[in-house]
Structures are given as C-alpha cells and as structure tokens.
C-alpha cells in the first residue's frame, strides 16, 4: 500500500510517497494535497527534511528505493555519493559511470530524481560553475547550496 504525505516546507510543501516501508517520491508542491496518507515514514522523512532545512542535518537515514531505468538508476546512485557542502557537474557524473559523452543524458536522469534533497541534484552546477536548471527553480538551489555552504 501506497502512503502519501503533505508537509509544510519554506518552498510550499514536500510531497512525500511511501510503499512498503521506503520512501520512493520527495516532490516540492505549491499546494496542500487533500488526498493524504501519511505513515510512520513519510513523517520521520519530513522530519529529516526539516533537520536538513535548519541546518541540523547532513546525512539522512530514511529508507528509500528509487524506481527507473537502468541508467538512471546509475546516475542516481552516484548522484547519491555527492556529500554534503560539494558540487559536482553533469559531465564528472558522465565520467563516474563510465558514459563521459553522455553529460546530457545525465543531465535530464538528474532532472527526473524522484528523491529531491534526499537525493542531492541541487548539488550538480555547469561545467563552467554556473547554477543550470533545478525543477523546483534556480532560487531554491541557491538556497539548498548556501545552506550547506553555512553549515
């Protein structure tokens, strides 16, 4: 069974799903979902999150799995092996799994994360050190960077 919770957050609310024990979607909403289904852990998930958002956090421990295709998967996993208070850029992505032409295709794997913060792709910037694109917008990722720059 699917669980679905909606939490407050500074960006609107997380959206957070969870099946049979793990967290599988952390989305950013603009508004309060009225068809919610919290359990245990989407709860202690928006707990984490908060703990992250006041710079209490760095590392989480909730469960999760992610669900794609093979090659996403790959980036995400080594999307996941970015530390906290770190960039990288789409094309050292490209380059850790073995694919160093496929920096675009990494790009839009990183664009599909369906594990926002939890997963870090708000810490994958340009080669150039520019900020790309971020689904939620530019200034949350210049928020979620500065952040960790602070703690």
Known sequence: ??????YACP???FRIEEEAGK?????????RAEDVSPSPVTD??????????AGQRRVFTIPYEFRGTPFRLQVWRELAKVPYGTTTTYKKL???????????????????NPLSILVPCH???GTNGSLTGYAWGLPMKK????????H
């Open 123 to 125: 810490r994958v910037i």
């Open 44 to 53: 202690e998930a928006a707990q984490e999150l908060a703990e992250y958002l």
């Open 94 to 112: 490209a380059e850790a799994i073995g694919r160093p032409g496929a920096y675009h295709a990494v790009g839009g794997a990183v664009g599909a």
């Open 1 to 6: 069974m699917k669980h679905v919770g909606c």
């Open 23 to 31: 967290v599988i979607v952390i989305d950013v909403v603009k508004e």
């Open 143 to 150: 928020y979620l960077l500065a952040l960790e720059q602070q």
């Open 11 to 13: 960006f609107g609310y």
